[in-house]
T-cell receptor, first 110, second 114 residues
Framework: QQQVKQSPQSLIVQKGGISIINCAYE??????FPWYQQFPGKGPALLIAIRPDVSEKKEGRFTISFNKSAKQFSLHIMDSQPGDSATYFCAAKGNTPLVFGKGTRLSVIA | DSGVTQTPKHLITATGQRVTLRCSPR?????VYWYQQSLDQGLQFLIQ???????AKGNILERFSAQQFPDLHSELNLSSLELGDSALYFC?????????????FGSGTRLTVV
């Protein structure tokens, strides 16, 4: 049973555009929602994270939007750059270690 | 650099064999986590150790086992290997016991079972 559902599986965005990746969860015990970025041949690296008591968190060009009532959260990448091309994973944590979505492969084309 | 070291980077072995994957956590981190990454299942949590003790268990097969040693490095043992065990195996570490916050991942071991 997948606890965090992520979409889309893949995404192609023009340079300078906005990339949006969505995740949904069911477990209301989750209290921490990070996003990880993974480049080929590397392990995932923490990008940005949010707790459910805030609706939005912004770090540079990366923003998490969180909708507690809908049990959804999303990652927005503003002014997407070719260097942002990677696989992005949403994740959630409650009283168990992180559970991950299946990932979104983002390609930013010039 | 995450500070988490995994060896070997690549491993090719035959079905039915046994392999050991090794992980050294980031300096100061007491928790080690093992994850399996496959194309169709994404990142699946296998097991967590904290300061030598098993802390949490996920979707780890009975053919798989792990341990954390007094120097905090961890080993994941995979036995009676099957073709379906081919995957990337990641180790991650974090400072505390039940946090799981700010997991730092190693670069992984790519296991190919032929």
């Amino acid at each position: 049973q997948q606890q965090v559902k992520q979409s889309p599986q893949s995404l192609i965005v023009q340079k300078g555009g906005i990339s949006i990746i969505n995740c949904a969860y069911e477990n209301t015990a989750f209290d921490y929602f990070p996003w990880y970025q993974q480049f080929p041949g590397k392990g995932p690296a923490l990008l940005i994270a949010i707790r459910p008591d805030v609706s939005e968190k912004k770090e540079g060009r990366f923003t998490i939007s969180f909708n507690k009532s809908a049990k959804q959260f999303s990652l927005h990448i503003m002014d997407s750059q070719p260097g942002d091309s990677a696989t992005y994973f949403c994740a959630a944590k409650g009283n168990t270690p992180l559970v991950f979505g299946k990932g979104t492969r983002l390609s930013v084309i010039a | 650099d995450s500070g988490v070291t995994q060896t070997p980077k690549h491993l090719i072995t035959a079905t039915g064999q046994r392999v050991t994957l090794r992980c050294s956590p980031r300096s100061g981190d007491l928790s080690v986590y093992w994850y399996q990454q496959s194309l169709d299942q994404g990142l699946q949590f296998l097991i967590q150790y904290y300061n030598g003790e098993e802390r949490a268990k996920g979707n780890i097969l009975e053919r798989f086992s792990a341990q954390q040693f007094p120097d905090l490095h961890s080993e994941l043992n995979l036995s009676s290997l099957e073709l379906g065990d081919s995957a990337l195996y990641f180790c991650a570490s974090s400072p505390g016991a039940g946090t799981g916050f700010k997991l730092r991942f190693g670069s992984g071991t790519r296991l190919t079972v032929v």
